[in-house]
């Protein structure tokens, strides 16, 4: 959620702002300062009438003992409440559509990104050189096909377009990538936090999901719950909101977090389209990082994110590219946004494996999320970051083609050996054995 001081202060900087990222939230700012400023009269005068009840309710007493005739006074008094009550029901309204507004606004972006969409991303580097081949490449799909990685036909079968299923050494490649991930974060000094893969629905609103994208998740309909529950599109959903409502101390920051989790969305590529077999999917792995830190550590944590998703990507062999991201291209709920690209030879061009982002304070303040300043004793909103470390969905693919062998085989890379017995060159005859 956007700070209302900087709406109220500086609502041009961030109209133009808004639309750098695409948004025209011109007519939304103003309405709401409009509703913001009946906001603050309605309270004024409410504090006023109430101040004015307890003035002449303490007249009553007194009025009585005298022997006094009280009732133009509770006459008063009546009226009174009745305007209070009045007042209160209309500056609930006016509340609620104000707090609708702002939780619809998205996150301002930098401003040092680039204004529009995908076309004006930036290139920051390039590692390594595309593999070239002196045989004719297969795609992932045939290869995995043919190793017996991953049964295609089988998933769609059981869940549907988009969906599909490992098997035998394919589903061991799988855990492999993923243990390997886990051990590195763990090695860098991030907690492992397994968190449910059912949420409610204030997980998303913290988030920034909902409830602009309320309909971009799989809900859950229970017909002993009436509460919102939904299948998590990602484990930020839930690390989001691990802290909501708290006041943490300044000591406890950075707190510096990672979740696997299966994640599921209902976006997804045609099968047998372009992004083909399991390039994009309702369903796929994913290991998340995420961190809390104070305003201040917010560019260092980025950075650190950042590296991270590099140096898993290195490890693994790839050739791959570090882009920064459009404003427009950046999701609503993000300030900033590097998208670590990685080379699928049969596509000709890069897919993004990991996405590391800064949120800055937005999504605390929908959750309240704070600390408390060592120095001053002052509460403040923390700043939160993600970062895929990675999703295995585009890795596999990759890794698989670009360490094809003329044979039909695949080299394993070394980082992931350890995690296969040691296992150097998948070809058939591995893949038959371990059925």
Known sequence: MVDIKLIRETPDDLKRRYIKKGADSSAEIDRIIELDTRRRALIAASEADKAEQNKVSKQIPQMKKDGADTSTVFKALNELKEKIRVSEAVLREVESEQNDLMLRLPNPPDDDLSPGGKENNETLRVFGEPHKFDFEPKTHMELCAELGLIDYERGVKLAGSGFWTYVGIGASLEWALLNYFIDTHISDGYKFIMVPYILEYECGLTAGQFPKFSDEVYKIANPTDDRVHYLLPTAEAALASFHRGEILSQAELPKKYFSYTPCFRREAGTYGSDERGMVRGHQFNKVEMFQFTT?????????????????????????????????EDCSSAMARTYDIE????????????SSVSNARCYQARRGSVRFRRESTGKVDFVHTLNGSGLATSRILPALVEQNQQKDGSIAVPEVLRKYLGGLEIIHKATSENSK
Do not use: R
């Open 342 to 353: 990685i080379y699928i030879p049969s596509m000709g061009g890069y897919k993004e494996v």
């Open 295 to 327: 305003p201040e550590s917010s560019d260092a944590a980025f950075d650190e994110l950042v590296a991270k998703a590099e140096a898993l990507v290195k490890e693994l062999g790839f050739h791959f590219q570090t882009v920064k991201l459009a404003a």
